[in-house]
């Protein structure tokens, strides 16, 4: 009997904070053409079931970004829209998927990696960076089969380059 090629069905997204940034509209830190066209593709994804993976450190580094705002008002408001979508993305894997990137056991050759191949370099990648790039290729070898393709969502070109499957048109 033949067996059945799974079927292709959605695409991941692995979700950098430059993305969140745009996403949630951080005072100071957001484009509006970028922030509409991003709002755009986030709700498309969400449509077609695709999945969206938010690295634990680009959630730390959008917070950091957030307690950077100079307005309490503000600080407050950004905070509370952040800490919603966390406990949502725990409880239900919506609106995207919390992943440790990387898991603990792997942090000490993520370190040595980062500090070996990614701090010497022209333009050295943060370690947060690095770590996101990990899970991209992590989730393109354990579920790349099902899936169209595997794609980090960034704004810095030098980390979309390194993701799993070239993206047609992205916003950077």
Not at 85 to 109: G, H, M, N, Q, T
Request: proline share 8%; aromatic share 6%; glycine share 6%.
């Amino acid at each position: 009997m033949a067996r059945k090629s799974p079927q292709v069905s959605a695409r991941a997204y692995v979700v950098d904070t430059s993305y969140l940034l745009e996403l949630y509209r951080v005072p100071g830190c957001f484009d509006e053409a970028k922030a509409t066209a991003i709002r755009q593709r986030w709700g498309d994804a969400l449509r077609r079931r695709d999945r969206l993976y938010v690295p634990l450190g680009c959630i730390f580094e959008t917070g950091n970004h957030v307690a950077d705002l100079k307005v309490p008002e503000q600080r407050k408001r950004w905070a509370a829209i952040l800490r919603r979508d966390v406990e949502s993305a725990i409880k239900l894997a919506r609106p995207f998927v919390v992943i440790d990137a990387p898991p603990r056991d792997e942090l000490p050759p993520l370190i040595i990696e980062w500090e070996k191949h990614h701090v010497a370099h022209g333009r050295p990648r943060g370690l947060v960076d690095v770590a996101t790039i990990v899970a991209a290729k992590r989730i393109k070898a354990e579920r790349g089969f099902a899936l169209m393709g595997v794609h980090i969502w960034t704004r810095d070109r030098a980390l979309k380059g390194a993701e799993p499957d070239p993206e047609q048109d992205p916003v950077l």
